[in-house]
């Protein structure tokens, strides 16, 4: 009793609150580090399981252009797909559970760092640097936050015995804050590209963000003016070396560090690889094909009507760019070949990894500036109709596609002919054309409230109708209800102050 005290006096590093753990520079920058490879970076960019893709690939399910193969086992795909999630809140709730927990988790770690590196004695831009990037992935957390759930409590504080129970916070109040917190760190980030930073936040992957919150809350002046500001950054497009192989899109597939990405996910084979993501370019036979991967599972694939989003001239859809259909392996001859209806994802092949190592190593690309020329395109057009200027950028994402040898010029003078809205929902076919595997296209349907109707006959014809009362592809009817998830019922369980989302069961 009336020995040794100290060992009752130390701190374990399993068990350190902020006021043991925020000391050091150190530990502030491990605590910041954290925020790179949890919540929502994460959730979007991760192939955890063969069975089914990141979190962020689900929703694309809803537009029903989208399936999983695996979808018997991995049911929140199927009732994406057919808009029964409704009936099946329990069922799904682990996907919930998934989101909402990580995100806060990291949001935890954000407010800790926000709250405790100013306390901290260390370099006075070492600590700007570090809180910029800690607002930045607070604001990049709640936004995806806000998509996948709609209103959701809104925590500026560490974790404590006081806010246990949160009240969901107004959608508006939450993107007040995001705003605030991507304007501090675009104000505070190096004027760099993400891979010349040394793949940390930086000025332009906050405005590019920042341009996709103002882009979903249909401010398209101020989105207008960051989508400039990335615009006039050191990136610049991909341009093609050739049209197969060394394509501008067989790049962006195959090569990190491209001047085009603006905020990517790192993966290294000895450190942390990729999972999954190279399986998911092929279908459940490729594992007759390769000796690498125990499982192949097309968790993520276009049904037919989807590729006719594309012209026949354009080089996305060409064999081998974002999707393919036959594949011989050079290793011992054996070929793969897709199932009727089901195109193999292309953009996700990692030829190492499949052939090799089964070790995936490609970096995941979370905005690229032909996102940018995109959103600045199509600002224009929302508040100052067709300009010369809105057509460039458009002309440049669709020239580097072009099969025909049309120029930037031509093309842009066909751009000019379009009357305000046929140029606008010209931008938003752009888009799904433009990033058909990097889950994009659901958001883009609750931005705009419209949902693309690709003919099943003529490649190329998009039309757009109002979301709510349209068929999806898999024909079910969406339903205000469909625009979110519902918040777990583990989560409802804990807080008793949580509300359900409507349409979904609350125990």
Not at 31 to 60: C, D, E, Q
Not at 364 to 384: G, H, K, P
């Amino acid at each position: 009793m009336t020995s040794c005290n100290d060992f009752l006096d130390e701190s374990p590093k399993s068990s350190l609150t902020e006021v043991d753990y925020y000391k050091t520079e150190a530990q502030a920058t491990a605590n910041v580090n954290y925020l790179y490879w949890n919540g929502a970076p994460r959730r979007i960019s991760y192939a955890s399981s063969a069975y089914i893709g990141s979190k962020a690939s689900i929703t694309g399910m809803l537009t029903g252009y989208f399936s999983n193969s695996y979808e018997g086992q991995e049911v929140v795909c199927k009732y994406s797909r057919l808009l029964t999630r409704q009936q099946h809140t329990n069922e799904i709730s682990d996907t919930s559970d998934d989101i909402w927990d990580n995100c806060y988790k990291a949001i935890n770690v954000a407010n800790n760092a926000i709250v405790s590196i100013p306390n901290i004695s260390m370099d006075s831009g070492i600590a700007a640097q570090l809180t910029a990037e800690a607002k930045f992935f607070r604001a990049f957390n709640y936004f995806y936050l806000i998509k996948t759930f709609g209103d959701v409590p809104l925590l500026l504080e560490p974790a404590n015995l006081e806010n246990l129970y949160p009240e969901r916070t107004a959608s508006a109040q939450v993107y007040t804050q995001i705003e605030s917190d991507l304007k501090a760190a675009i104000d505070a980030l190096p004027a760099k590209t993400f891979a010349a930073n040394g793949h940390r936040i930086t000025k332009y992957v906050a405005a590019m963000v920042l341009t996709d919150v103002y882009f979903h809350r249909g401010d398209y002046a101020n989105a207008k003016t960051y989508a400039k500001m990335v615009i006039d950054s050191p990136h610049s497009l991909t341009a093609n070396t050739d049209m197969s192989g060394s394509s501008a899109y067989n790049q962006l597939r195959s090569t990190d560090d491209l001047d085009e990405v603006i905020y990517a996910q790192e993966y290294d084979e000895s450190i942390s690889n990729s999972s999954w993501w190279p399986t998911y370019a092929f279908s459940s036979s490729a594992t007759a094909v390769f000796g690498t991967y125990s499982i192949f599972e097309r968790v993520y694939g276009p049904i037919d009507q989807f590729l006719n989003v594309y012209p026949a001239n354009d080089l996305r859809i060409q064999p081998n760019q974002f999707f393919h259909w036959n594949y011989t392996n050079p290793n011992n001859g054996k070929t793969w070949t897709a199932p009727a209806g089901q195109a193999g994802c292309w953009y996700y092949y990692d030829e190492n990894a499949v052939l090799n190592t089964g070790k995936g190593t490609k970096d995941w690309n979370f905005y690229r500036l032909a996102e940018a020329y995109l959103d600045y395109a199509e600002s224009i057009a929302q508040t100052d109709g067709v300009t010369d200027e809105a057509a460039t950028y458009l002309a440049k994402i669709q020239v580097r596609a072009n099969m025909n040898g049309d120029t930037e010029d031509q093309i842009k003078a066909g751009l000019l002919a379009l009357s305000k809205q046929e140029f606008i929902e010209t931008c938003w076919t752009e888009r799904i054309r433009e990033f058909p595997l990097e889950f994009k296209i659901w958001d883009d349907c609750v931005r705009t409230m419209k949902f693309p109707v690709i003919s099943a006959t003529t490649p190329g014809e998009v039309t757009y109708i109002d979301l709510i009362g349209a068929q999806n592809a898999a024909g079910a009817t969406f339903k205000e209800t469909d625009l979110v998830f519902p918040i777990s019922l583990n989560e409802l369980q804990r807080n008793p102050n949580l509300t359900q989302n409507a349409g979904y069961a609350s125990k």
